[in-house]
T-cell receptor, first 109, second 110 residues
């Protein structure tokens, strides 16, 4: 069945770049998403990319999509302590989203 | 962007009680979803709806039930709460595929 995988933890120093990786299985996904979840909160949509794009940039966020390898990444430039959160990637499957397990990003000074 | 609300935000309740978690959205989205989130972070889809009078069970079996009498409202009910129901419950809505989430309800059953 459909599966989305992410590494569980990432720790970076403040000011460095963070790269969160995701692999997915459904090659028919039309959109792929990145969501951010802060403690005690719901999921906040960060950005998304259409499946016929390779890259999308939005301020400090860069999304790269390698459709051949079914690999998605989120790069956060100049990572700040406020970026500490759990990041979920998700692929579309019919009218539903399939979420990864989430990557916990910890930013230390 | 959708405005989507969940109440209560936190609930502590005893075993055997009936509870209803409320979810409302003001954007007129047809599709709505309920997820259960483990303490270990993973999200599980437990119910979804494509519109009024439409409800479907999700990928994770749940003892909860849902209803969709109005477009904007998608409540989730547990007839008899148990400690195993302790979790965070997240509601989402969608029109085109992108899902927008509410703040969640954190439920603790003693």
């Amino acid at each position: 069945g459909e599966d989305v995988e992410q590494s569980l933890f990432l720790s970076v120093r403040e000011g460095d770049s963070s790269v969160i990786n995701c692999t997915y299985t459904d090659s028919s996904s039309t959109y792929l998403y990145w969501y951010k979840q802060e403690p005690g909160a719901g999921l906040q949509l960060l950005t998304y990319i259409f499946s016929n794009m390779d890259m999308k940039q939005d301020q400090r966020l860069t999304v790269l999509l390698n459709k051949k390898d079914k690999h998605l990444s989120l790069r956060i430039a100049d990572t700040q302590t406020g970026d500490s959160a759990i990041y979920f990637c998700a692929e579309t499957h019919t009218d539903k989203l399939i979420f990864g397990t989430g990557t916990r990003l910890q930013v230390f000074p | 962007e959708a405005d989507i609300y969940q109440t209560p935000r936190y609930l502590v309740i005893g075993t055997g009680k009936k509870i209803t978690l409320e979810c409302s959205q003001t954007m007129g989205h047809d599709k709505m979803y309920w997820y259960q989130q483990d303490p270990g972070m993973e999200l599980h889809l437990i119910h979804y709806s494509y519109g009024v009078n439409s409800t479907e069970k999700g990928d994770l079996s749940s003892e909860s039930t849902v209803s969709r009498i109005r477009t904007e409202h998608f409540p989730l009910t547990l007839e008899s709460a148990r400690p195993s129901h302790t979790s965070q419950y997240l509601c989402a809505s969608s029109e085109t595929g992108t899902q927008y989430f509410g703040p969640g309800t954190r439920l603790l059953v003693l």
